[in-house]
């Protein structure tokens, strides 16, 4: 007779003195874990749930501005630098860590139409509605020194809106047409236009620095090569695009924030067909801006709130609205991708955090470990009825949540009329047109 | 002869080495070998000289022109030359001889010289890339079946797909290459040749194994207080009884510790612990009591009237009771509110069995059948005929694989529970199974009378072999209770003379989950696992057949989903549009070469449709061929 019974050392699983850590042995057996997947699912609900019971994405309003803000820009080296500038021509710099405006110049008579900052850092360049641009110092005057800038402008015409290159010392201004200018001259090296049109907005890309992307009032997007003078190609919309952004880490994919309550993400090299149409607003888009990973975008609109869309979905993961916020003219994302900044008319700045729920400073690499579980059980759940109705849950102002039913009423008319007519008539005379071909008039090259 | 041979060989291999020695000396000094009368051998130790020489004449023609070259001092030269020219020959003549006498070992030589110039370059790895996972142990740590397909799903729904599958394959990689890591091994008890193992006595065993095994071994003589049911918690280091005439006890049976003992003055039918040993559930005999592990009556749930069975579901915090008015009554102890009572409409409830699996809950009863339950649904999940006559035991492993089932025909069958609910094996026994229990790894007990017998399997996943008993004991008194201890090769029986402990080798898991049920933890340890428990409470209306659907895709919805799309689109969005040839320049887009280009793409289509009608076709005639083939009379001789 062989025998062998089962005989543990207690030793081996109980930790020898209070200072040790507990042991825990471990055995992956399936048959020691049962109820695995209704465990994990109970354990995404209370992710979920603790999700939306820790969002709190509003960190901060930044006081000072005695008129609505009309455009920000960020300091390409310093996260905690950003610029402002206000209908009354006041530009503002401050400081987010320490929530404080460390700075102010009155810039401009009148609007402060657009700013934008040197790559290197050193200077900012300012447009306004006395038809000048004006080059500034990032850091304040010396001792004894009054507040004068680097170098002043004179135009012929209204500027509304102004970019920086990237790499070279170059920065591009529009108004009747888009100007390029060399830093040290007094007069534009070369000026393009397609037509007679007002720009309201031009944008370098970041990637390939030459191309130039601009919107004009007459419901174009034009898109101009810079070394060559000439416009590109053009896109005609529906209404008119108030701004444009392009993508940081696709070259070619930009996104443009319409007077339809839509945006619509291009890829340059087929105009005709946008690569997504995202509808969550309900009022005009002001402002759009890239996340620094390439793969979300924030938007500010008229409806008083500002939404985050992920660039391949055509809903809206996340919007931000607080009671006294008022139409948002501009917004920002940190260079960091953690912080959104949105200026609006009634004077204020707000800084949201990018994810509303996320625990902003150190965490441990348990609370790490912890999060990222969190974050694989809601993505495994996430179609399940009851994770995704706590997941999209927003509360939304009444204006905008009565606005919403009521462009849905009206969708769902236009589509019911379609549906008649195609119905009543010869199979086929009334063709199907797909939702991202509707919007796009022509696209001349 | 030739074992004779071979010494002369030797002898004559040494005398040549010798040879060549004093050859040696007589070169180096002329003047010795005039004197030396034998003339005769040299001439035939020349011979082999001239023979060796020949390959001397590649070492010597190197010296040579040097020598030739300093003619002016020959004698000095040369004398020192010749100093260290012995120590080469030898060499050069010890690694000559195994060249020559074995050819085949020289590849190995080869080989040999290729080896370390790999190793010092470092250029190829004997052992490239990961450990290899054990394929069959990866198996189980499967769960995605990669047979199933999605029917007709887009490209981006289809990758997504891929690479979830792909993340589940490493992750079952990864928990075989953790295989390696489980330090315990299961017990076994083998007999020696021709012995059979269940005439093996629990005195010898414990004769035969270590002291504190022997210790687990005991007999508690209660025969004061009846028949006792017993109870061990999920640690498996707790054990509760139940007298039939009112005597409740808690123990650690490990150090015979004594945490409560009270007398309820009432029958005790069935005890139970909860989700910890701080609280136990005693079915007495008008209503439902609640204790402490201290011995304080907590709760008596009136609304669990005449119970006679109890079982709790560790993962939902749900009390099954089953009750003689026939109602299966589910409390949920975490809020302490009646989650549903189900009228089984059979009669009497005495058989109860809990599914680990999915935590159905198995009646039985007494025309023969076994019911199938869960708290969401007011009808059986299944019902099973099993017996002839009443239903006596029930018991489910923890893999939710198998069922054991006695009843009043004798019968002890083993039945399937992966779907077909189709029984595997039966055995007649000399007396009804009252008592049914498995073990975590699979080994079977049943109660009869005053005798205990148990099964085992081939392996851990294999249902038990009921030809021969793997171990048999006989009791003071009939049989009332039995449970395996989790974690320790341990059966606890409950018969009329108390209380029972039997060693049973291998029945239990040896390797435990710190994170599910330790059976070392601290206090601190239980709070915390107490907290997470509580906050991970499965709901009762997750309870079905199979658990794993909350995993899987609902298909069913989908395709309600897509017709609801469609009906209120008006068309099909998903459905391919209509061949629309492309205009050709230079007159070849013609009305007529139009309708060809459509006509054509039509027959392509066609012609694929005919195609696959065919292959299906014939696989069908395949199918009826094998069939045809069975009543070939030749079927006979190819045997």
Known sequence: MKVKMLSRNPDNYVRETKLDIQRVPRNYDPTLHPFEVPREYVRALNATKLERVFAKPFLASLDGHRDGVNCLAKHPKSLATVLSGACDGEVKIWN???????????????????????????????????????????????????????????????????????????????????????????????????????????????????????????????????????PLKKVILDMRTNTICWNPMEAFNFTAANEDYNLYTFDMRALDTPVMVHLDHVSAVLDVDYSPTGKEFVS????????????????????????????????????????????????????????????????????????????????????????????????????????????????????????????????????????????????VK | MKSRGLPEVSSQALGRLKGVLHVDRRSVVGMETAPKPGRGDPPKKDKPQAKRKKPRRYWEEEPTPSAAGASPGPPRKKARTGEPRPPRSQSARIAQKPRFSKKPPIPKNASDWKKPQRTLSGAQDPFPGPVPAPLEVARKFCRIDKSKKLPHSKPKTQSQLEKAEAQEEEASVRAARAELLLAEEPGFLVGEDGEDTAKILQTDIVEAVDISSAAKHFDLNLRQFGPYRLNYSRTGRHLALG??????????????????????????????FLHSEALLAVAQNRWLYIYDNQGIELHCIRRCDRVTRL??????????????????????????????????????????????????????????????????????????????????????????????????????????????????????????????????????????????????????????????PYLTHRLSGN??????????????????????SMLVPGAAEPNFDGLESNPYRSRKQRQEWEVKALLE???????????????????????????????????????????????????????????????????????????????????????????????????????
């Open chain 1, 96 to 230: 987010l860590t320490k929530r404080k405006c460390i700075r102010t110049i009155q810039a401009h008579e009148g609007f402060v139409r657009g700013i934008c900052t040197r790559f290197c850092g050193t200077s900012f360049f300012t447009v306004g509605d006395d038809k000048t641009v004006k080059q500034w110092k990032m850091d304040g005057p010396g001792c004894g020194e009054e507040e004068e800038p680097l170098y002043t402008v004179l135009g012929k015409t209204v500027y509304t809106g102004i970019d920086h290159h990237w790499k070279d010392p170059a920065f591009a201004t529009c108004g009747q047409q888009v100007d390029i200018w060399d830093e040290q001259r007094t007069s534009p090296v070369c000026s393009m236009n397609w037509g007679f049109d007002s720009i309201s907005s031009v944008k370098f890309n970041p990637i390939e620095t030459y191309l130039l992307g601009s919107c004009a009032s007459d419901r174009n997007i034009v898109l101009y090569d810079m070394r060559q003078a000439t």
């Open chain 2, 243 to 272: 007298g039939r005439r009112g005597h409740v006890a808690a123990l650690d049976w490990v150090t015979k510790k004594l945490m409560c003992e009270i007398n309820v003055t009432e029958a005790v039918r069935d005890i139970h």
């Open chain 2, 311 to 468: 079982e709790f579901l560790p993962f939902h915090f749900l009390l099954a009771t089953a009750s003689e008015t026939g109602f299966l009554t589910y409390l949920d102890v975490s809020v302490g509110k009646i989650v549903t009572a189900l009228n089984a409409r059979a009669g009497r409830l005495n058989v109860m069995a809990q599914n680990p699996y999915n935590a159905v809950i198995h009646l039985g009863h007494s025309n023969g059948t076994v019911s199938l339950w869960s708290p969401a649904m007011k009808e059986p999940l299944a019902k099973i005929l099993c017996h002839r006559g009443g239903v006596r035991a029930v018991g489910v492993d923890s893999t939710g694989t198998y069922m054991a089932t006695s009843g009043l025909d004798h019968q002890l069958k083993i039945f399937d529970l992966r779907g077909t609910f189709q029984p595997l094996s039966s055995r007649t026994l000399p007396q009804g199974a009252g008592h049914l229990a498995f073990s975590q790894r699979g080994l079977l007990v049943a109660g009869m009378g005053d005798v205990v017998n148990i099964w085992a399997g081939q392996g851990k996943g294999s249902p038990p072999s009921l030809e021969q």
């Open chain 2, 479 to 500: 049989v009332h209770g039995l449970q395996f201890c989790p974690f320790e090769d341990v059966l606890g029986v409950g018969h009329s003379g108390g209380i029972t």
């Open chain 2, 537 to 639: 409470k499965v709901p009762a209306e997750l309870i079905c057949l199979d658990p794993r659907a909350l995993a899987e895709v609902d298909v069913t919805t989908l395709e309600q989903q897509k017709k609801e799309r469609i009906e209120r689109l008006g068309y099909d969005p998903d459905a391919k549009a209509a061949f629309q040839p492309k205009a050709k320049q230079k007159g070849r887009s013609s009305t007529a070469s139009l309708v060809k280009r459509k006509k054509k793409v039509m027959d392509q289509e066609h012609r694929d449709k005919v195609r696959q009608s065919l292959e299906q076709q014939q696989k069908k005639k395949q199918d009826k061929a094998k069939p045809g083939a069975h009543p070939s009379a030749l079927d006979r001789f190819v045997r």
């Open chain 1, 300 to 443: 500010a609109s008229f409806d008083k709130s500002i939404r985050i869309f992920p660039v391949d979905k055509s809903r809206s993961r996340e919007v931000y609205h607080t009671r006294r916020m008022q139409h948002v003219i501009c917004v920002k994302w940190t260079s960091d991708s953690k912080y959104i900044l949105c200026g609006s008319d009634e004077m204020n700045i707000r800084l949201w955090k990018a994810n509303a729920s996320e625990k902003l400073g150190v965490l441990t690499s348990r609370e790490r470990a912890a999060n990222d579980y969190n974050q694989k059980l809601k993505e495994k759940f996430q179609y399940h009825p009851h994770v995704k109705r706590i997941a999209r849950h927003r509360h939304l102002p009444k204006s905008i949540y009565s606005q919403i039913q009521e462009q849905r009423v009206m969708k769902e008319a236009r589509r019911r009329k379609e549906m008649n007519r195609r119905k009543h008539s010869k199979p086929g005379s009334v063709p199907v047109v797909s939702e991202r071909k509707k919007h796009v008039v022509a696209v």
